[in-house]
């Protein structure tokens, strides 16, 4: 009896356990994000963006346990991280959203009291809540999450949603579902020129009533914190009562913490500045949309400014007019001129020379990339763009002694493109959040009119394939059938199963064809675990020679040809 494929077998599956049992990185790697990466792993020959205007081209990222360990082009890899080839990918730091709504719900309506006063509501029927933690209401497996993560979005910073002070914020990472993924509690006081007011009619119910009442707590609360010191200091004093509403403004009043004012135009601006003009808290104007009106109040202010991502619809901009009255055409043309300002509003803070980050608030996660461009292409300069996306938010927030460049010690959080971020071709190929890798399925484009060999266009793969790959365990193959749908490509892959039994089929993931080069991933399960393969390589007619890479086992030649009568369709 021969027993030499089964101790093959044995080999190999023996080595696999001995490199899942003591490899950190890849045991615990997941395409998923599900689980963190806690060894060492390198990125190389990409081009870095470190931070806006810094670029370095053929570099090396070092990552290790979630964070930078060193970047640049002499990095030294060490012998036993995983190492990625980078070549062709572009890396920025990860985005980070100064405010956000995702995830976040509403809290139950208090109940009415029965001697219920409308000149006189108590502070939680009217919306006055500014002891809540948003946390308490905040489900990080929400579908937004995820939406605002694969466009890139690493950091967030939370706000609660209620009446006109509805609570404080939080700052999380948009990690894995198994951490708690909490950098900071109790970042800012959140504030609105809105109230539920216990009904209407009832105080504060209008933008002037929210103004005065903000007024009166804020006074009351500077009382309340002078005497507990007084009281701390001498014992001649009557014990303050203690409110939970006034104790919430004490950490504004100290300054360690700004009132984010979400402010809907120009007037809401006013009022929010005119208000931190009397108390000097310190301001962050949220959802910004009409700055030029009130750019040296902003500047004289010293407030921080969120700009809106949600741009209005352009329906505005394909009116036709000349069927029009003088009236409407007048409204109609005032309508395009305000759509456009507000599209000019990022370049007119560049301009002014105020830094500013943006807010998803309102907005999708898909119009991302179509907002960006529209900025960009209405005066906002691609440094800004990036720097509002990352350097500035986190200076905004206080974290960039962690987050917003990619530099030794900070957090590994970066978005990986296909191309240069602002490049209309390019994608989201991964994102690393907290060390967690989440990666993403590049749909590629509809095949042009070239030749099977690549030379005028991609090269024609659909069909059947016999492959043969040679590892250290010895040769196998299989069959590759790869399937055009519409615009996208779609496969399936047998191969030896592991255990010996015959043979398994897998997803061709990512299948890309660029000219002669055919990439795509496909997964092996290997006792319960799956183990991810890239195989990448050149298109000749009814050839394909390259390369299959697992992690740590190395690289190995991956060779096919198509079937016969497959290949012309």
Request: proline share 5%; glycine share 10%.
């Amino acid at each position: 009896m021969n027993m030499y494929p089964k101790l093959k077998v044995f080999s190999s599956l023996l080595f696999i356990f001995f490199f899942l049992a003591y490899n950190p990185l890849y045991s615990q790697s997941d395409p998923s994000g599900e689980r963190r990466v806690t060894g060492t792993y390198a990125i190389k020959n990409a081009t870095i963006t470190t931070a806006p205007g810094k670029t370095i081209s053929g570099a090396t990222i070092l990552i290790k346990n979630g964070l930078i360990e060193a970047v640049g082009t002499n990095v030294r890899i060490p012998n036993d991280a995983q190492v990625i080839d980078g070549d062709s990918l572009y890396i920025y730091p990860g985005f980070i959203d100064g405010a956000s709504s995702s995830g976040v719900s509403k809290p139950a309506d208090p109940e009415r009291p029965s001697n219920f006063d409308p000149s006189n509501p108590p502070d939680e029927n009217a919306g006055i809540t500014p002891w809540r933690n948003v946390l308490d209401n905040f489900d990080f497996k929400n579908s937004q999450i995820s939406d605002w993560r694969k466009s890139g979005f690493t950091i967030a910073q939370i706000i609660p949603d209620g009446g006109m002070l509805p609570g404080k914020a939080a700052v999380v990472v948009l990690g894995g579902n198994a951490s708690t993924n909490i950098l900071a509690k109790n970042t800012a006081l959140n504030a609105k020129f809105r109230s539920v007011g216990g009904g209407r009619g009832a105080y504060p119910g209008t933008q002037l009533g929210i103004m005065a009442k903000f007024r009166d707590l804020y006074k009351n609360a500077e009382y309340s914190g002078q005497h507990q010191r007084l009281f701390a200091s001498n014992n001649g004093l009557n014990r303050p009562e203690m409110n939970k509403t006034l104790q919430a403004f004490y950490p504004v009043i100290d300054k360690s913490i700004p009132i984010m004012f979400e402010v809907a135009n120009d007037l809401e601006i006013r009022r929010a500045l005119s208000l931190q003009k009397e108390n000097g808290f310190r301001l962050v104007l949220v959802g910004v949309t009409e700055a030029d009106m009130v750019i040296n109040e902003i500047k004289a202010a010293k407030a921080h400014v969120l700009l809106s991502l949600k741009l209005p619809d352009d329906k505005i901009t394909k009116a036709k007019t000349e069927d029009l009255s003088d009236e409407m055409k007048a409204r109609t043309n005032r309508a395009q001129e305000a759509y456009d300002n507000i599209l000019k509003q990022a370049g007119i803070l560049e301009k002014a020379e105020i830094p500013f980050g943006f807010t998803s608030m309102g907005g999708k996660s898909s119009d991302l990339t179509k907002s960006l461009k529209l900025m960009v292409d209405n005066g906002l300069s691609e440094n800004a763009a990036l720097a509002a996306l990352t350097t500035n938010p986190a200076n905004i927030l206080g974290i960039s002694k962690f987050a917003g460049t990619l530099e030794k010690g900070k957090l590994a959080n970066m978005v990986i493109f296909t191309e240069p971020m602002f490049i209309e071709e390019t994608h989201i190929k991964h994102v690393v959040a907290d060390g967690f890798i989440f990666d993403y399925e590049i749909k590629t484009k509809k095949a042009g009119n070239g030749n099977d060999n690549g030379e005028n266009g991609p090269a024609k793969i659909e069909g059947e394939w016999e492959y043969t790959a040679d590892t250290a365990g010895g040769s196998s193959g299989g069959l590759m059938t790869i399937k055009k749908e519409e615009d996208f490509y779609s496969g399936s892959i047998t191969y030896t199963n592991p255990s010996g039994s015959g043979t398994a089929t897998s997803e061709m993931k990512n299948i890309s064809i660029s000219g002669k080069t055919l990439t795509f991933l496909y997964d092996v399960e290997v006792g319960g675990m799956s183990l991810e393969v890239t195989v990448k390589g050149e298109v000749d007619n009814d050839q394909f020679s390259g390369n299959m890479s697992m992690a740590d086992f190395g690289s190995y030649p991956f060779n096919a040809t198509k079937k016969p009568n497959q290949s012309k369709r």
